[in-house]
């Protein structure tokens, strides 16, 4: 078992697999990441070498992820609804922010919007 | 008068006719009442009453409800369950991988076909030419493990491996004797080539052929039988700061491991005594073989290995070196490996293209040997089209730079079309081996020659489908 961000992974899992389990990494910043510590794709959890393990958790240390990142995502929102601007009681609301119409396709919006967005 | 019989009866009480008289309804009383249901367990006479005092009743009761609930029971154990066959995995992890690359040399069911041997003296000689020759039984092995043979080919058709000599062929062979000849000679010769093909056209059958003559001739042979596993970002790599470029030390590992299969007995009896680098101690191995071993045991010093085992092999007493790659085109552009800036890296960056190039291009030089690469016209960029015709680019076009220099001085060796007096040496051969079917005439080799445009893989696949 190998340890990310606290949570046991197995070591067969593929790096790319395991990194983008997490709230905040995606396939971009994974391939980016994995360049910055020479991990070609098909790399697998139990290929890595201890030290280059030890650099990645310590860059994902470093980085904004997970609940971390949800509750900025939060505050963001909490600050523009409590600006009482329009973009913020939209999110309150459950509609689209950005100008789209609520006629028929506003599944996402009432997906995601709600007074506590989840993330 | 007579009509005061019917007015009284009009008087009475209306008579309905027989058929809607409602029938005389019986009430059955209410002991003798049918269930509703037909159920046996209603059916049944209703228990008769609880009566506590007596108290048998009661035990009468428990019975019936032990009773039902056995029954039920039964009736549930009467329900099998669907027997849900185990599935059985059609292949195991990798199984199919390994079957997909496995090698077919022999066919038992093929008729056996005599055939001369492709022996070294018959090498560079043009009499040869247009001739099937069967690859001797002491080379197969080692041109197998070094992965000369590739999937695809015409290999398991036949009972033997053979292969056919054409004008290429022996213009390989007769660089191999020169190289033979220097080695003879004490003198020094490196020659330097690019089999340039269209797909099918038999490049890497020539290879193949250099390399079975290189065996017999007791050279060491290091091949990177397609270098697109080298560019493909689908192996380990790293930044070695020593060496400035970007190492693959697994794949190094796994290369290094088939010169070892290929090569042992010879590099087991070249003494080494120069002190090499090893990860960050030197070291001094007492043969060439063992300083290989020491990079298949350590992959993390394999690079460091292969480069030392170069730098051995290209010293002035070693025996000659036939260093061979696949797939030119494919290390002459970006790798899909990235760096630590998110930059694709050149192929050329890599540590094994990185070596290769540099003999190929004669920036370093083997003192007795033959480096020697293989490329289709598809996948390639317009600079290694350019490079190979010896062109120079366009001012206004795009170019990558270091493209031409890394195969500046290497002649290329066209891979041309069969004749029409090889396509009938070839027919002849099918024919014996039982792969062709048909009468080996005028028509039907002009016939063939023409479907398949002198292609030899095309040849082979037309004479194939004949068959059925």
Known sequence: MVFLLGVSITESTMVTKALTSFYGIGPNVCARLCAKHSIHPMAKLASLQTPKLNELQADMAKMTLENDLRKE????????????????RRHAQGLPVRGQKTKKQVATARRFNTLERRG | MVLLPLSLRCLGAPRLPLVLRPLPRVFPTSGAAASFTTSSTLLANPPKKANPQKGGNVKNLKAIAAKQRASSNKFQHKRKKRDIPERKRQYLDGQRKIIKNTIVLSNTN?????????????????ET????????????????????????????????PGTLVRKESTEIGAMINAVNEARLNKTELHERRILDGVKGSGRSILLAQAMAWAFQSDWVVIS???????????????????????????YTAALLQRIHKANAPLLKNLKSTTPHRVGKTEKTFQTLLKLVDAGI?????????????????????????????????????????????????????????????SYLNGTKDFPRGLTIAATAPSPRTPDLTLALKGEKPGPWDKTDERIAPSIKGAKVVKCDPLRKEEVKTLMDWYTAGGIYKGAVTLETVAESYALSNGNPAELFKGCLRLKY
């Open chain 1, 73 to 88: 995502l939060r505050d963001n929102i909490g600050r523009l609804r409590e600006l009482g601007t329009y973009r913020g």
């Open chain 2, 297 to 357: 045991e350590d992959s993390t010093v394999s690079h460091d290995i292969f480069m030392a085992l170069i730098a051995e092999l290209s010293m002035t007493d070693r025996p000659p070196v036939l260093f061979a790659l696949d797939n030119l085109s494919l290390i002459s552009r970006l790798s899909e490996n990235r760096d630590t800036g998110f930059a694709k890296i050149h192929a050329h960056d890599l540590g094994i293209p990185n070596i290769f190039l």
């Open chain 2, 224 to 250: 990177i039988p397609n270098s697109l596993d080298l560019v493909l970002g689908h192996t380990e790599y790293e930044y070695d700061t020593h060496w400035n470029v970007w190492v693959q030390k697994e």
């Open chain 2, 110 to 126: 093929a008729p056996a076909i005599t055939l001369p041997e492709m022996a070294k003296e018959l090498a560079g000689n043009p």
């Open chain 2, 129 to 160: 030419e247009n001739t099937v020759f069967e690859i001797p039984g002491s080379v197969v092995d080692k041109l197998r493990h070094i992965e000369a043979f590739k999937t695809g080919q015409h290999w398991p058709y036949f009972q033997k």
